[in-house]
């Protein structure tokens, strides 16, 4: 996230009823989404691989889906290229938050756009045309087109760069997941699903070869200064004792909900940890992906069990917090910092690869 204030502040705000697709899609002159922030050129990847210590070279994992962060790259840079290394399929479908969602009064519905490519530091990154077959697979009542949410969203902007990096042919399905009740997950996610699955059939492809899931998800924002007015953000307190007790919460998220065999109690669980049961809307522990989170692998489990009948199995890549490991420097190369990174105020990152 460039903005943690701004996520957290939307996210302890409610919203509604979705405004109609035909008022939020762009002019067809107008097909291009520009990048608004992180990487915009190639030098400046190059950069921040060089500072990480990271070399790409070619490998032949098939990865299914992954779990990756969307922070600022001075504090996530090696949990991006950790989660992304092994997604080689051309066709890449990308589950993303919805943070400002309320503020077009979006809910329970996903929110699909009409964008031909995405800005990237290697050229456009094309949309593939899997984005208008799903949409035409889909139940209506299941999404809405809304180009004004995609362009203002930031958590699959994020991504892009190391995607199209390591493969400058590759294509994107961009969805973001607005406020939706676990009820919604379960339905919709089993309609993008079937939907997916049918296409595979069509186009004889297989699922990590020709079709990946990456799902976006930043992890428990913590601490008790600038988050937008909140006093709610670090119940085990600020000093070091209380980071760690949060860290340790984290984690026993990650290993029970996240890790291994994959299943629908494991996924219900996640959003028991995260949102409130009496309102979906409100919070419960502060992941900015605990809608992207659930939904993304409910569907990737989903397609796995149509294509192989059998769960996915995840796997623990790394954990790690703005304030629990050396820094780059990324505001020198044109890429602003505006959080802090302190017991105070931290961000929490996790990767996981499913299989």
């Known amino acids: 996230?460039?903005?943690?204030?701004?996520?957290?502040?939307?996210?302890?705000?409610?919203?509604?009823?979705?405004?109609?697709?035909?008022?939020?899609?762009?002019?067809?002159?107008?097909?291009?989404?520009?990048?608004?922030?992180?990487?915009?050129?190639?030098?400046?990847?190059d950069s921040v691989y060089n500072r990480l210590g990271l070399k790409d070279s070619a490998?032949?994992?098939?990865?299914?889906?992954?779990?990756?962060?969307?922070?600022?790259?001075?504090?996530?840079?090696?949990?991006?290229?950790?989660?992304l290394r092994g997604i080689n399929a051309p066709n890449i479908i990308l589950i993303g938050v919805a943070h400002s969602a309320r503020n077009y009064e979006l809910q329970d519905k996903l929110v699909f756009g009409t964008f031909k490519?995405?800005?990237s530091p290697y050229g456009g990154i094309k949309v593939s045309a899997l984005n208008e077959e799903i949409m035409g697979k889909l139940p209506k009542e299941d999404f809405i087109v809304h180009?004004?949410?995609?362009?203002?969203?930031?958590?699959?902007?994020a991504i892009i760069p190391w995607l199209h990096k390591k493969n400058r042919a590759a294509e994107i399905v961009p969805i973001l997941v607005p406020?939706?009740?676990?009820?919604?997950?379960?339905?919709?996610?089993?309609?993008?699903?079937?939907?997916?699955?049918?296409?595979?059939?069509?186009?004889?492809?297989?699922?990590?070869?020709?079709?990946a899931i990456v799902i976006s998800n930043d992890a428990v924002h913590y601490g008790d200064l600038e988050w937008g007015g909140s006093t709610t953000m670090a119940p085990?307190?600020?000093?070091?004792?209380?980071t760690e007790k949060a860290r340790q919460k984290d984690l026993e998220i990650i290993n029970t909900c996240l890790t291994n065999e994959l299943t629908a109690d494991k996924i219900k669980l996640f959003t028991a940890y995260t949102v409130q049961q009496e309102d979906y809307k409100e919070y419960k522990w502060?992941?900015?992906?605990?809608?992207?989170?659930?939904?993304?692998?409910?569907?990737?489990?989903?397609?796995?069990?149509?294509?192989?009948?059998?769960?996915?199995?995840?796997t623990f890549l790394g954990y790690q917090t703005s304030i629990d490991h050396p820094l780059i420097e990324v505001e020198d190369i044109g890429m602003k910092v505006s959080a802090l990174s302190t017991n105070r105020h931290w961000v929490a990152y996790v990767s996981m690869v499913y299989q």
């Open 147 to 157: 180009d004004s949410m995609q362009i203002i969203e930031h958590s699959l902007e």
């Open 59 to 83: 490998n032949d994992l098939q990865w299914k889906a992954a779990i990756s962060p969307h922070d600022n790259y001075r504090f996530a840079g090696q949990l991006y290229y950790e989660s």
């Open 1 to 45: 996230m460039r903005s943690l204030l701004m996520i957290v502040s939307i996210a302890l705000i409610g919203f509604s009823c979705t405004p109609s697709a035909d008022s939020n899609s762009l002019p067809e002159d107008t097909k291009v989404r520009h990048a608004r922030g992180y990487a915009q050129h190639d030098w400046q990847m």
């Open 236 to 242: 085990m307190g600020t000093d070091e004792a209380g």
């Open 117 to 119: 490519e995405w800005e």
């Open 179 to 211: 406020y939706i009740s676990y009820a919604g997950i379960d339905s919709i996610s089993t309609h993008l699903a079937e939907a997916v699955q049918q296409i595979l059939k069509e186009k004889n492809w297989e699922y990590g070869k020709d079709v």
């Open 286 to 314: 502060v992941w900015c992906g605990r809608y992207s989170v659930p939904f993304g692998l409910s569907f990737a489990n989903k397609l796995n069990e149509l294509e192989y009948n059998e769960e996915l199995t995840g």
